[in-house]
């Protein structure tokens, strides 16, 4: 097994290596580079230029739903090797954080954005992955940061998906909030999943006039957690009656 600090280090000294090999190397040492100092950043900025590689990426995870062969460049004709693709690919959506849609300036246009999701939305359509590609476009999305007015997505990303947003997406971008949650305290009963539902709540509430398809996001989180934070103080009352 390769050491993510020694992997991290080599890939930095070749920085003579075309931008495009760096995110293949990227690609091969993903599971090595994943909680790394050094990240993806190669693979980051490939994909957010070239739609396409997250489009294969997601054809290497996930079977196509219409009955149709891909296409030659996609087959692997050895299962073993294409399991350890399979198993990278997963890694590399899993670890992907950057949102694609930035200008010359690394800032977030809506504009941008939408054109990167209809150019994945078309490919993984065309490779009868349509529903998994908006789901995992949905995590992806869920991984913006808050916005300005320290509302949740920031404003780029908030307009984006209030026009292109549909079932599929927003699931995605529920499992990609429900993940991002962090550590369970187990002593705390519901405490958590309580200030968890009232700040997606807030933030529902600031959006439900500008961007009503986001707030139903945001209402239906709030939802999740309070019912989660009832679930867990019954818990915690049945752990305190065992232990008396």
Known sequence: LLDEGVVGRVLQRHEVVPRGQMAGLEFLFIQALDHSDYGIPNLQDQIEEAPDWFVQVVAFVFKRKDGKEDPEHLRVADSEQ?????ERAFALLEALSAIPGKNDNGTLEPDRIIQWINAVRAGCTELGRGDVGDHRIGQLLAK????????WPCEPVRDAIERTVNREMSNGISVGLFNSRGAYCRGCGGEQERELSARYAGWARSLEFTHPKVARILH????????DAVWWDNEAKTRDRLIE
């Open 82 to 86: 294409g399991r350890h693709l399979a």
């Open 144 to 151: 913006a940061p808050i916005g300005e007015d320290g509302v």
């Open 220 to 227: 239906d989180m709030a939802r999740r957690y309070g019912h």
